[in-house]
């Protein structure tokens, strides 16, 4: 890896770190209050009813896109791996829908998030969830053995977006899906912006061209990739959710 990626990849942990530890926020937004906090998973479209059954160490690492198991039609007894866990917000959700017979697993490279998210299956005692350090470019995950892979706001973070969608490809079992909330350009941003490590953490300056984003996802071997939902978020920067499936043998 270069210089100028390892730095990113370090300053990326250190910001999720802190976020984890409760040493910093996300963005000024987020950081006052729990109310705000809140108002902010309600703006990237958690529910009332969602939300209410959480806890506060969950809410206040909230650093998602968008709601994706709100999208990605869970059934009973499914195995769902969340890509870039964090605190593990997708991952509970998730557990609900899939059950006592289902599982998920959540993987993120920081180990702050994992001990925090550990520590958040312990306080709601959710026992069909396991949280794992590891790289989604390198997923500590079997061949074959998932049904859903979800993922918010976390694949524009990652300096290998082509092996983190040939790493979902490979996990999955033959007809499984994908339904991704990330971020995503609609052109080139400046190289300023781009070279920025504070802009890589805050999930801007690492963000694809949509059209480049969905053509790697293709090239893993995915077909019927579609956005099904689109949120302009700043200039020339939008939210997409993204599904995607692996096809059947
Ligand atoms: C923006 S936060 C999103 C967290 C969570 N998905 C949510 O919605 O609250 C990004 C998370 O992805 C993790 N992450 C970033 N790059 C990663 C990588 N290459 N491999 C594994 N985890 C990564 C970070 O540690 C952080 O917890």
New binding site residues.
């Given amino acids: 890896m270069t210089k100028k990626n390892e730095k990113i990849?370090q300053h990326?942990?250190k910001?999720?770190?802190e976020?984890?530890k409760g040493t910093s926020c996300?963005d000024a937004t987020t950081c006052c209050s729990p109310s705000s906090r809140t108002l902010h998973a309600k703006m990237?479209g958690y529910s009332d009813e969602e939300l209410k059954g959480l806890p506060d160490s969950v809410v206040r690492?909230?650093?998602?896109?968008?709601n994706?198991t709100a999208l990605a039609d869970l059934r009973e007894g499914e195995v769902v791996l969340?890509?870039?866990?964090?605190?593990?917000?997708?991952a509970f959700l998730a557990t609900k829908k899939v059950g006592p017979k289902g599982k998920v697993i959540g993987?993120?490279?920081?180990e702050e998030?994992v001990q925090l998210a550990k520590k958040n299956a312990e306080r709601m005692k959710t026992d069909n969830v396991e949280f794992r350090l590891?790289?989604?470019?390198s997923l500590p995950v079997e061949n074959g053995t998932v049904d859903i892979i979800i993922?918010?706001?976390?694949?524009?973070?990652?300096?290998?977006k082509g092996k983190?969608f040939s790493e979902a490809f490979r996990v999955l079992k033959p007809g499984g899906r994908m339904l991704i909330?990330d971020i995503v350009t609609q052109g080139e941003l400046p190289n300023e912006i781009r070279e920025d490590p504070k802009m890589w953490?805050a999930?801007v300056a690492g963000a694809l061209d949509e059209t480049d984003y969905l053509q790697k996802i293709r090239n893993a071997g995915f077909e019927k990739v579609e956005v099904i939902a689109k949120n302009d978020f700043i200039k020339m920067v939008s939210s997409i959710k993204v599904r995607a499936y692996k096809p059947s043998d």
């Avoid at 993987?107 to 920081?110: G, L, Q, R, Y």
């Fill in positions: 990849k990326v942990k910001t999720y770190a976020l984890a996300c990237i690492t909230v650093a998602g896109c968008g994706p969340d890509l870039g866990s964090g605190g593990g917000i997708d993987v993120d490279m920081t998030m590891g790289e989604i470019e993922s918010n706001c976390v694949i524009n973070l990652s300096l290998d983190v909330s953490a999930c």
